[in-house]
């Protein structure tokens, strides 16, 4: 069992920059892969970015792509997403997600843990 609490999120310009944090409870978060999802007011929640339980793997949408890094530090049981050069289509619920299902392109129904979410509002 992972219980996950996202923190983080905020009002940010566009073109400015936020770091989320994703902590996590449980003696062995350190073998579960994690990813982030978004969810926009009226859209269905989508990946932004995953990293495998080794942190070796990562994932990324191509919209998030070169603007967005995820990253881990297992000894903290922390996951981390560092989101750049922000736009206002980058405006979501940001939500953490564990699973121990390996997977090529990250897909919700894999994932059975979720934190609660955090706001992010990019203005124009």
């Known amino acids: 069992q992972v219980q996950l609490v996202e923190s983080g999120g905020g009002l940010v310009q566009a073109g400015g920059s936020l770091r989320l944090s994703c902590a996590a409870s449980?003696?062995?978060?350190?073998?579960?892969?994690v990813a982030w999802f978004r969810q926009a007011p009226g859209k269905e929640r989508e990946i932004a970015a995953a990293?495998?339980?080794?942190?070796?793997?990562?994932y990324y949408a191509d919209s998030v792509k070169g603007r967005f890094t995820i990253s881990r530090d297992n000894a903290k049981n922390t996951v981390y997403l560092q989101m750049n050069s922000l736009k206002p289509e980058d405006t979501a619920v940001y939500y953490c997600?564990?699973?121990?299902?390996?997977?090529?392109?990250?897909?919700?129904?894999?994932?059975?843990?979720w934190g609660q979410g955090t706001q992010v509002t990019v203005s124009s």
């Open positions: 997600a564990a699973t121990r299902s390996g997977y090529s392109i990250p897909d919700l129904r894999l994932f059975p843990y």
């Open positions: 449980g003696r062995t978060f350190s073998s579960y892969n």
């Open positions: 990293i495998s339980w080794t942190g070796t793997n990562t």
